[in-house]
């Protein structure tokens, strides 16, 4: 099944970690671009 995310749940949120889940950082897709603009690269991106 995997992570998946209830957009309702997470208000404003931007950037969170989910309890349980060590290593995946959530971020939205605004700051992944952003990222990827300024040449930050290295982090593996999935839709959830």
């Known amino acids: 099944m995997g992570l998946r995310i209830d957009k309702s749940k997470v208000g404003d949120a ?10 995946p950082i959530i971020v939205d897709e605004e ?7 300024n040449g930050i690269f290295g982090g593996k991106f999935d839709e959830v």
């Open 31 to 37: 700051i992944k671009d952003a990222l990827e603009a």
């Open 14 to 23: 931007r950037v969170f970690r989910t309890w349980g889940w060590h290593s």
